[in-house]
C-alpha cells in the first residue's frame, strides 16, 4: 500500500521524499524579522507527513508528497513573513504524539492547537468538516447545506482541497453527491484507507 501510494505520486525512492522536505524548508533566513517556524518529518503508515508549527500552534500538516505542497508552503510562508527550519516545538511533539495515536486506532480526536490561514468561507468549512465523526461522511453538498450556502457546493470543493491541514480537519470524509469517493490531495488510496481505518476503529472506541 505505501510503497504504491509512493510510486503512483512519482517518487522512486524514501531519498526523494527527503529531497522535497529540504526544498520545502529552503534556506535559512538571513533577515533577523523574519517569524521562525520549526518543521519535523513525521513517518506514518500511509507514507511520511510534514508538520510545521510555532510554539503556540500547528499551521500545516500534510503528506510530504502531496501535489502543490512546495507552492502552499512557498504562499503562506511569504502571507506570515517566516521561515522554516527543522526541529522540534512543544506543538509538534503533540501532534506527533496525536498522529501516532490516530494510526495506531488508539485515538481518533486531536486537541493540538492549530492556526487556521484563510478566508472566513474557507474557515467555516473547515470548522465544518471537524463536525463530521469519524467512520461517517459527507457530500460537497451537504456541507454547503449546513452553512446555510445550498448552491456554494463547488467553493467548499475548492475550500475542501486548500486545507493545509489533512486527517486533523478531515476532507477525507468528504465524498461526491453521487456517492462515489472523488478526489483527495493525499491520493485517492489514502482516502480510502484512511476511511477504513475509521470506520473500523470508530466502532471500537464506542
Known amino acids: 500500500m505505501i510503497i504504491e501510494a509512493q510510486l ?3 517518487y522512486e525512492s524514501s531519498s526523494s521524499f527527503r529531497d522535497t522536505f529540504s526544498r520545502i524548508m529552503g534556506a535559512a533566513p538571513t533577515q533577523a524579522n523574519y517569524q521562525i517556524l ?6 506514518t503508515t500511509l507514507g511520511p507527513m510534514i508538520a510545521i508549527a510555532d510554539e503556540e500552534g500547528l499551521y500545516l500538516l ?10 502552499e508552503v512557498e504562499t503562506f510562508k511569504k502571507r506570515l513573513k517566516a521561515a522554516v527550519i527543522p526541529g522540534d516545538t512543544p506543538i509538534i511533539k503533540s501532534i506527533e504524539s496525536e498522529i501516532a ?3 495506531a486506532g488508539k485515538s481518533l480526536t486531536f486537541n493540538t492547537p492549530l492556526h487556521t490561514l484563510g478566508s472566513l468561507f474557507q474557515k467555516r468549512v473547515w470548522e465544518e468538516l471537524r463536525k463530521i465523526p469519524p467512520g461517517e461522511t459527507r457530500s460537497y ?6 452553512i446555510n450556502h445550498p448552491t456554494a ?3 467548499v470543493a475548492n ?7 489533512a486527517i486533523i480537519v478531515p476532507c477525507h470524509r468528504v465524498i461526491n453527491t453521487n456517492g462515489e469517493i472523488g478526489g483527495y490531495g493525499g491520493g485517492v488510496a489514502r482516502k480510502q484507507w484512511l476511511l477504513g481505518h475509521e ?3 470508530f466502532k471500537m472506541l464506542l
Request: hydrophobic share 45%; net charge positive.
Open 8 to 10: 503512483s505520486v512519482g
Open 38 to 43: 520549526k518543521a519535523a518529518w513525521l513517518d
Open 62 to 71: 500534510e503528506f510530504i508528497d502531496r501535489r502543490g505542497l512546495e507552492r
Open 101 to 103: 495515536n490516530y494510526f
Open 141 to 146: 453538498l451537504d456541507i454547503a447545506k449546513s
Open 153 to 155: 457546493f463547488r467553493a
Open 159 to 165: 475550500a475542501n482541497g486548500a486545507n493545509p491541514l
Open 199 to 201: 470506520k473500523k476503529f
